[in-house]
């Protein structure tokens, strides 16, 4: 595919108050949705969750009507029939809306710090995300393993960034084991996702470009016999390459682990 611009979309009157009107609209979402999700709380987790996700479906869906963001999936064959771990490129906010959407329910890897933000946090800790405290080091990681193999056996599926903070198109960070060694433990295979969300909506830009995002859902990676190192290796490698694909992008220099 022929490459799109990396560079920040150009401010301008249009791209303004499109913007304005989507920043109007998610903030009003949230404070009349926040409180409905917080009442929810005696539900299942799948009503909550179904509750929840409500909201990340209308800012997408209003994403689409003021900035013209849309979106194609493919790979969806490729989704084993239980829960995996997914492990996705992180370069917009746009993922961590679709994606809760994609894969349902599921258990997304966090600091722990976002669950204190008034009713946005205590409407995320009522779908049951696994949260980390990741000033802790080598304990971070333990508690990846413990907690993501509990939500794994009841069903949820989860979801690391590996590199742990959005990077703009073309760019890497060094991928973290946590994911690759929840799934080496416990069993549970890897689904690799990849995407150019960064070309549309860049991190920290309030300016957005009108587009289709494209979406990638890798082959499953199993993990029966394969240290969390080659694990990690397999899905970095195919993320990266699929990133580059479908942005025109050449792919940028291999992370050290």
Request: aromatic share 10%; with cysteine; proline share 9%.
């Amino acid at each position: 595919m022929s490459a799109i611009s990396l560079d920040r979309p150009r401010p301008s009157a249009g791209l303004f108050i499109r913007g304005l009107l989507f920043s109007l609209g998610m903030i009003l979402a949230t404070v009349l949705w926040g409180p409905v999700v917080l009442l929810s709380f005696p539900l299942s987790l799948h009503r909550r969750y179904w509750i929840a996700t409500r909201w990340a479906a209308f800012v997408l869906w209003w994403l689409r009507i003021t900035c013209g963001i849309r979106h194609r999936i493919r790979g969806l064959e490729n989704l084993p029939p239980g829960p995996a771990i997914i492990l996705a490129k992180h370069q917009s906010t746009w993922e961590t809306l679709l994606l809760p959407l994609l894969f349902r329910p599921l258990a997304i890897v966090l600091k722990r710090e976002l669950l204190w933000v008034p009713v946005f946090g205590w409407a995320l800790a009522l779908i049951k995300p696994v949260a980390i405290d990741r000033s802790s080091g080598k304990a971070a990681l333990r508690q990846v393993i413990e907690r993501g193999q509990v939500h794994l056996r009841t069903g949820q599926w989860v979801l690391l960034f590996p590199e742990g903070t959005r990077t703009a198109p073309g760019t890497r960070r060094r991928y973290h084991i946590g994911g690759a060694a929840l799934a080496a433990e416990s069993g549970y295979p890897i689904v690799p996702v990849a995407h150019n969300a960064g070309l549309f909506w860049p991190r920290r830009s309030f300016f957005k470009r009108p587009g289709t995002v494209e979406v990638v859902i890798g082959p499953v990676i199993d993990s029966h016999g394969r240290s969390p190192h080659e694990l990690l290796a397999a899905a970095e490698d195919w993320i990266e390459q699929t990133v580059a694909e479908i942005s025109g992008l050449p792919v940028p220099p291999l992370a050290k682990h």
